[in-house]
């Protein structure tokens, strides 16, 4: 699975921008992904899941893109706002399974 | 729906005593609960799983007599810091799954743990 980073990456952008997080996953037998928020404090949040027989996926102002070919997922936020200021972890499971991973997350901050 | 809750959500214990927290599924029947620990600006690790009426499993480096996890029903799993130390001060979350649909995680608010 993904490694645990001892630090975090941290995104910055304008509110109004789009946002793109992305993430590297390690187990090419991984086949369900899922997005989470975490706001300072608090427990994860569900964004966004993502099934391998798919490569995007839509929700309410949210994206998320699978790669399989270089194991490489992303989230983009559209029109960004200050509420979306958090730490966004991706994690990874194998069907069946049902423990996900999760990666080194990604800060983000949107400025007003 | 599918809303986890914890409780306390902070506590300060002294060093040498023990603190439990609870995780509960307040909607759903959780037939298996997750605990992870966080440190500050990292991500979640794993301590353990557990099904309810049987005993957890234990992530690889995880001290079961530490850390004492108890799934005694489908609604409520605790867990026990035993002989709690300043090293053990984090930030516990728990999280739930119900037999209907195990590839989702409900995950609760979270327990700031601070041991003096």
């Known amino acids: 699975g993904e490694s645990v980073g001892l630090h975090l990456p941290t995104l910055s952008v304008q509110e109004g921008d789009n946002s793109i997080i992305n993430c590297a996953y390690s187990n090419s037998a991984s086949d369900y992904f899922i997005w989470y928020k975490q706001e300072s404090g608090k427990g994860p949040q569900f964004i966004i899941d993502?099934?391998?027989?798919?490569d995007k996926r839509q929700g309410q102002r949210v994206t998320v893109l699978l790669n399989k070919t270089v194991k490489h997922l992303s989230l983009q936020i559209a029109a960004t706002q200050p509420g979306d200021s958090a730490v966004y972890f991706c994690a990874e499971s194998k069907g069946g399974s049902y423990i996900p991973t999760f990666g080194r997350g990604t800060s983000l901050i949107v400025h007003p | 729906g599918a809303v986890v809750s914890q409780h306390p959500s902070r506590v300060i214990c002294k060093s040498g005593t023990s603190v439990k927290i609870e995780c509960r599924s307040l909607?759903?029947?959780?037939?298996?609960m997750f605990w992870y620990r966080q440190f500050p600006k990292q991500s979640l690790m794993l301590m353990a799983t557990?099904?309810?009426?049987?005993?957890?499993?234990?992530e690889q480096g995880v001290e079961k007599d530490k850390f004492l996890i108890n799934h005694a029903s489908l609604t409520l799993s605790t867990l026990t810091v035993t002989s709690a130390h300043p090293e053990d001060s984090s930030f516990y979350i728990c999280?739930?799954?119900?037999?209907?649909?195990?590839?989702?995680?409900?995950f609760g608010p979270g327990t700031r743990l601070t041991v003096l």
């Open positions: 999280s739930a799954s119900s037999q209907g649909n195990t590839d989702t995680q409900y």
């Open positions: 993502i099934r391998s027989n798919m």
């Open positions: 909607d759903f029947q959780a037939t298996t």
């Open positions: 557990s099904n309810e009426g049987s005993k957890a499993t234990y």
